[in-house]
């Protein structure tokens, strides 16, 4: 075949539209595989935010949406038995360095108060070393909220009057963290039914008014039970 413009042209397109059916046939192989081990690391995230039990974990989810964030509230049983609340929350107000973050914060309630039992960091893309340090067990922004009661929380750094010690040199990610525990202490309220409203995108998360916006929608009226799906190992 004689070398033309128009062959290189077409050569071209056809390795290009190969390797994209490729990538896509790969992608569809995989994306189950990879929402399960998603939904596997979110369910061991609940076990590990509240107090070790014996048994089978039964989950039972409820959703809302706060603004047009959804936020996941699982109550965690062993047989009769509430172990705690954990609530999957993303910050709303308050964006990381590079992008909003999601926790998983576990709340147990013990001789009539409630308490953050632990917090896991589900998602975030702050920068290594300063505000992804997040992550670490003890870190200041966990020991700032684990064990506390949160209705006695200030959800903002300590810098600006808050309650949570910021990470060094990482304001910004520091209050994108308490603002998703926030977040999250909204949810909790929320599903206890103690929260009239949830729509904290401009008010703050446990400011309690009700309000006619019709921010606040619960996709799953009825409870989800998963039972005996995951063992507390």
Known sequence: MKSSLLNMVLVLF???AVAAFLVGLVNNVTKETIAQTEQRNKDLAKLEVLPEFEGD??????CCEIGDFKVNVTTVKAGDAVVGYAV???SITRGGYADRITLMVGFVEKDGATLINGIKVLKQSETPGLGANMTKEGNSLERSAVGKEPKS????????GGSFDALTGSTISSRAYANAVETAYAGYLWAKGELPSA???????????DTTSGATKCNNE????QKGEVKNE
């Open 88 to 90: 999957e929350a993303p």
């Open 199 to 209: 729509d904290v995108a401009k008010s703050g998360a446990t400011k309690q008014e």
């Open 14 to 16: 056809g390795i290009t």
């Open 57 to 62: 974990a039964e989950f039972e989810d409820k």
């Open 222 to 225: 009825e409870s989800e039970a």
């Open 153 to 160: 929380l200030k959800f903002a750094v300590s810098k600006e």
